[in-house]
């Protein structure tokens, strides 16, 4: 980039909002390339999610060598998977350091997620996120918890014990409400104990593209058509609405950040220190090849705002973007009345929130499982020989066992096995209590930590 396209980039930071990258690799670590971004292009922070680890770790030779490490220390799949992340993170946030300490702990940050299996379990989510927290062991640190109704009360506790938090899989208002009240509730629980304020921080991502993508799709089926009722409704055309869901959307949410973070709930907290959740606009490439490429970054300026861009974006933006001071105040007004217009024409928007949240964390999981099953493949070509091995000829049984080994995985038999999740089996309460106590040679892989004991208790 010239400097002239970086200075279109610094100009967002002028108006109030920061650009952060989209994207992390080991590559990019090593090579200078996020250095030089952070320097010399005004980048004021990371996202990553398992999609990005993913093709990053499938990309290449620059993981291999720490993976045979791990592989032949004996550590465990996700272990390994952990470790992996874990130290990109760490480089990467010290990378960003500067940045954090500059803007005393505004900007700086890098994103890792919990797993997205844990997207409807609110204590997994807490305990994943402590530790992780404590693995990385870095301020500029944010753990991503989805703003589901079970991630929720897992960011209200993480606020509150000083885990700075960013929030994922944002697709309506009330979701976003939702969590800028438990981000507040979690500061308030601090304040009242005494504890500071000041150094625990949170964004709230809101997805922008899917949401267009999606409403596109069934404005199409309405084009040429009546509304739901059968009569014209004399308002705007599905044609005409086509492309404007999420900017209306997103323009609607931060009027509610307006509201939330100003006034007499939030002044006591602004005055002890508190950092207001800043909202971030996050999937914003433009999935539509006839949209503009820059649609879901001109609209969104205003103060206190991340946007968050994978490269083709930000590149994009340097290229021929324009700041628009303020614009994400621009239209709240009609932004009410496309999401109203849309409605009309039968689309329930709750209903499509709904999907967007499963099809988002479908989006999450899959390429999770697929790092985790490289990572397995990966194994077994290091292991080689030192590993057991047994084939089996199942004949006619092959196809029986294939769709059942299918519909364990879809299930997540092994996940909710180590859960000790007794409905796998039975829904009675009494079979349960009785599978619940024949389960304990699931811990078996522990009892190592207690051999020594156990040999003198045999001894004796």
Not at 69 to 92: F, I, P, W
Request: hydrophobic residues 40%; contains cysteine.
């Amino acid at each position: 980039m010239t400097e002239s396209t970086h200075a279109t980039l610094r100009e967002l930071l002028e108006h109030g909002q920061s650009y952060w990258l989209d994207n992390l690799s080991r590559r990019m670590i090593r090579d200078g390339e996020l250095e030089r971004r952070v320097g010399q292009e005004g980048l004021r922070g990371v996202t990553s999610n398992p999609a990005i680890f993913h093709a990053a770790i499938s990309r290449g030779d620059e993981y291999d060598e720490q993976i045979e490490e791990l592989v032949r220390s004996g550590r465990s799949l996700m272990a390994t998977y952990e470790e992996l992340a874990c130290s990109d993170l760490q480089d990467a946030c010290d990378i960003l350091r500067p940045v954090y300490d500059e803007s005393a702990g505004r900007d700086g940050y890098v994103s890792l997620e919990v797993s997205p299996h844990l997207i409807h379990d609110t204590e997994g989510s807490i305990d994943e996120a402590r530790r992780l927290c404590e693995r990385v062991d870095r301020p500029n640190l944010y753990i991503k918890i989805p703003g589901t109704p079970a991630g929720t009360p897992a960011i209200e506790q993480l606020i509150y014990e000083g885990i700075s938090v960013n929030v994922t899989l944002l697709f309506s208002v009330s979701d976003y409400e939702e969590v800028a009240r438990a981000y507040i509730r979690g500061l308030r629980r601090r304040l009242d104990e005494g504890e500071t304020v000041d150094s625990v921080t949170s964004v709230a991502s809101f997805f922008l593209s899917r949401i267009d993508v999606l409403v596109d799709e069934l404005l199409g089926h309405r084009i040429g058509i009546t509304d739901a009722a059968g009569a014209s409704s004399g308002g705007p055309r599905a044609e005409e609405l086509l492309g404007q869901a999420a900017i209306a959307s997103a323009k609607l949410a931060y009027t509610s950040y307006e509201r939330l973070f100003s006034g007499p709930e939030w002044e006591p907290l602004a005055e002890a220190g508190a950092g207001v959740q800043r909202l971030l606009w996050a999937s914003t490439s433009t999935k539509n090849p006839l949209y503009d490429d820059v649609m879901y970054v001109e609209p969104l300026v205003g103060p206190e705002t991340v946007n968050t861009m994978p490269e083709s974006t930000i590149t994009a933006f340097a290229d021929h973007g324009t700041v628009r001071p303020n614009s994400v105040r621009d239209g709240a007004e009609q932004a009410a009345r496309t999401l109203a217009d849309i409605e009309a024409l039968g689309i329930n928007l709750s209903s499509v929130h709904q999907r967007l949240i499963d099809e988002g964390a479908k989006k999450f999981v899959v390429p999770f499982d697929a790092l985790l099953d490289g990572l397995a493949r990966k194994r077994l070509d290091i292991l080689g020989d030192d590993l057991a091995s047994e084939q089996y000829e199942l004949g006619e049984l092959a196809e029986s066992v294939d769709s059942t080994l299918s519909a364990m995985t879809a299930g997540r038999f092994v996940r909710r096995l180590f859960d000790r999740d007794t409905s796998l089996w039975t829904r009675s309460e009494h079979t349960a209590r009785l599978i619940s106590d024949r389960l304990g040679w699931l811990d078996l892989s522990h009892l190592q930590e207690t051999a020594d004991s156990a040999r003198a208790l045999a001894d004796e």
